[in-house]
Structures are given as C-alpha cells and as structure tokens.
C-alpha cells in the first residue's frame, strides 16, 4: 500500500495547491475549469478508495467530498479567489464518478498492483 499512500499525498498535495494559490501563481492551467475538478476529485477518490476495503469506499467518497467542500470555503480567504458552487458540484461529480469507477474496477486494479507488487 506505501505506493498508493505516496500517490495519494501527491494528488492531496496537487489538489491543495492548486486550488488555494492565488491566481497570479505560476501554474495556468489550459483545460475547462470544471472539467479539471471533475478529473482531481474522481482520481482523489479511486485513490482514496484503494486504501480502504470495498465496504468503506462510500467513506472515502464522502472523505474526498469533505476536503473539496473545506477547500472551496477556504478559497474565500485567497487574494483574487471566490468560493463557486459551480465548483462543488464539479467535485462532487468527480467524486461519483470516481465511485462508480472504483466499485467497477477497484477489485480486479488491487489484484494487478499485487501482482506487480505495487502493493501488498
């Protein structure tokens, strides 16, 4: 599991930066504004997802949809940033999707990541 953890702090990390810098920052991001979110949240999740057993995928489903709600309000303080509901739902989106994904294919994924020993 420590590489999924490790790619697991990474798209936090990612997700965290990208979504409280100010505009200004250095990072542009070229592609949809919601079409971005859809994507973090939804790889948030079968990320999430993959650390717990299949019974407490919902759990880190909600756990994703928490953090984007926490950092969607603490957009509010960023110089230049507004909070957009437009933007929740976006997230929220990803995180179903992601769900749908991961109760699609989570099982048959955690079987070749410990056949290549990703994981174990």
């Not at 709600?69 to 957009?84: A, K, S």
């Amino acid at each position: 599991m420590k590489w999924i953890k490790i790619s697991l702090i990474l798209v936090v990390s990612g997700i965290v930066y990208l979504s409280l810098k100010p505009p200004s920052g250095g990072v542009e991001i070229k592609i949809n504004d919601k079409v971005g979110h859809l994507i973090a949240y939804s790889v948030l999740t079968i990320n999430a997802g993959l650390l717990f057993p299949r019974n407490k995928w919902v759990f880190a489903a909600l756990c994703s949809f928490f953090l984007s709600c926490m950092l969607e309000y603490l957009q509010g303080f960023v110089p230049g940033r507004t909070v957009d509901w437009k933007d929740l739902i976006a997230n929220f989106t990803g995180v179903v999707i992601g769900l749908v994904i991961l109760y699609t294919f989570g099982s048959q994924t955690l079987k070749t990541l410990k056949k290549i020993k990703l994981v174990e």
